[in-house]
């Protein structure tokens, strides 16, 4: 049986008074591989923001396994990679690599699993990385060690915000192929991607979101919404032809 462990109810965002998020209902089923497609500005960042508890909605509600954000507290279960990972690292931040893929671990007070740990940083290509400043590595580096950080957490919902731009291509196989595993095992993914072709091969659900949310079902009947091309507004019609 299904269960479902995020919902949002009637949830609206506001920048001051720009409306970025209206009426958004949306539940994800434990198991759901989620992607978040839109238009740039669209909202899908500012949704998962508010699902993360960094924003809080203007009007409605978000529950997680049935418990509303203002009282959740096991935060330790749901990993994150966020937009543009890379950039957002001073150069002189004084931690290893290392440090830096455990800092998690410091704030919610959970043990590592020293293998997954170990099998993680030998996929992406991080073994001989771990030692030196998280601040001198290059774009992709440090795209890589923040989704390493949000896997090794082993969390029950994985929230990822465009990973795999910048990771070269090896590694962008590695990692859908990863993701693709941990999903058997039962993690919920949501993506907000622009890949579509990513659509077909790993997602099982889409959610389209432009300030509302236009679709919200499986992968095959997106498909056929999708050709119709009659749930966004017509002046996004344009940026949407190649769906
Ligand atoms: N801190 C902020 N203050 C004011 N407006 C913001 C802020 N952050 C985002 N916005 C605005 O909110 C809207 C939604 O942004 P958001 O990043 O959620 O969109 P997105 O769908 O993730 O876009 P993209 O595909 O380009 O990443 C945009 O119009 C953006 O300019």
New binding site residues.
């Given amino acids: 049986m299904s269960q479902t462990i995020i919902e949002v109810q009637n949830l609206y965002f506001s ?2 008074d ?1 409306l ?2 209206e009426n958004i209902n949306l539940k994800v089923e434990k198991g759901d591989f989620l992607a ?1 497609i ?12 508010c699902i993360l508890g960094f924003l809080t909605p203007t009007k409605g509600k978000i529950f997680l396994w049935g418990e509303e954000i203002r009282n959740f507290k096991n935060w330790h279960k749901i990993g994150y990679v966020p ?1 543009r990972a890379g950039d957002l690292i001073d150069s002189l931040t004084p931690l290893s690599v290392k440090e830096f893929l455990l800092l998690p671990f410091k704030w919610y007070k959970v043990s590592l699993k020293p293998s997954l740990l170990d099998k993680l940083t030998e996929k992406f290509g991080m073994k001989n990385l771990l030692n030196k400043k998280i601040g001198e590595l290059s774009y992709g580096q440090l795209q890589r060690s923040y989704i390493v950080r949000a896997l090794i957490l082993d969390p029950e919902i994985l929230i990822l ?2 990973p795999s731009v910048g990771l070269d291509f090896f590694t962008q196989e590695v990692f859908y192929e990863t993701l693709g595993e941990f999903h058997k095992r039962g993690l919920t993914i949501i993506l ?1 991607t ?1 890949e579509t072709w990513l659509l077909t091969k790993w997602v099982n659900k889409v959610a389209c ?3 509302k949310l236009y679709f919200h079902g499986d992968h095959e009947s997106f498909c056929i919404m999708a050709k119709k091309l009659e749930f966004f507004p017509e002046h996004h019609k344009i940026e949407h032809t190649h769906w």
Wanted: glycine share 16%; no cysteine.
């Fill in positions: 920048y001051e720009h970025i998020l978040l839109g238009p740039n500005g669209g909202g899908k960042t500012t949704l998962a923001r937009q915000d465009e907000i622009h979101i432009n300030q």
